[in-house]
């Protein structure tokens, strides 16, 4: 059974182009969450997304950024118009269940991807 | 709102010396707390978690936590430890009814030989 599975591992874009961030969960999870580690940080809550349903965005900058998890196909981050501030390790987790009384299958994280913004 | 403090950005250490790790929450309500450990360009590992029953929890690579309600804290230890524990360490906290979890900013632990 893979791992929750990022793609791509770096990537780099000039300022004001686009980032598209993938993630793939793990196979029979069907809810994924987005964070943010900004250097010498922690991670950021971001959004959590179940299958064609956005559930909590409460931690998206309100302009420029989008998530989305189609039916069929990876989860993606996207980012508009990139500024440097941008530049940070995006990470993304999956669960296949949610609620307090689900919380023993904890949340598995990919390895990231790296966004460099120049 | 819930929030969580690691009190110590880096902590240095000798090969086969104890370590702890602390962390503060802060919540008004029951929380679930968990430790993960990020090894340089990669993602985050669960270590261990605490959700309900004993306030000591044993996790993987020897490392255990214990949850003190009263003191709002739960510390990460492990009574010796190895280069390959040289990572970053995050405590974070479950903010409602599903795996949203909130990080503490990170400790850096560094073994030396």
């Known amino acids: 059974n893979a791992g929750v599975m990022q793609n791509p591992r770096h990537l780099v874009r000039r300022r004001g182009q686009e980032a598209r961030l993938r993630c793939s969960p793990m196979k029979g999870h069907s809810h994924v969450y987005w964070y943010r580690q900004l250097p010498e940080e922690g991670l950021k809550f971001m959004v959590y997304l179940q299958k064609e349903n956005i559930i909590d965005e409460s931690g998206m900058p309100k302009e420029r950024f989008s998530a989305e998890f189609p039916k069929e196909g990876p989860s993606i981050l996207r980012i508009q118009q990139v500024v440097r501030g941008d530049s940070a390790a995006y990470f993304c987790?999956?669960?296949?269940?949610?609620?307090?009384?689900?919380?023993?299958?904890?949340?598995?994280f990919g390895q990231g991807t790296r966004l460099t913004v120049v | 709102a819930q929030s969580v403090t690691q009190l110590d950005s880096q902590v240095p250490v000798f090969e086969e010396a104890p370590v702890e790790l602390r962390c503060n929450y802060s919540s008004s309500v029951s929380v679930y707390l968990f430790w993960y450990v990020q090894y340089p360009n990669q993602g985050l590992q669960l270590l261990l978690k605490?959700?309900?029953?004993?306030?000591l929890v044993k996790g993987i690579n020897g490392f255990e936590a214990e949850f003190n309600k009263s003191q709002t804290s739960f510390h990460l230890r492990k009574p010796s430890v190895h280069i390959s524990d040289t990572a970053e360490y995050f405590c974070?906290?479950?903010?409602?009814?599903?795996?949203?979890?909130?990080f503490g900013a990170g400790t850096r632990l560094a073994v030396h030989p």
């Open positions: 974070a906290v479950i903010r409602g009814g599903y795996n949203k979890l909130i």
């Open positions: 605490y959700l309900s029953g004993s306030t």
């Open positions: 987790a999956s669960s296949p269940n949610v609620g307090v009384s689900n919380l023993n299958t904890e949340a598995f």
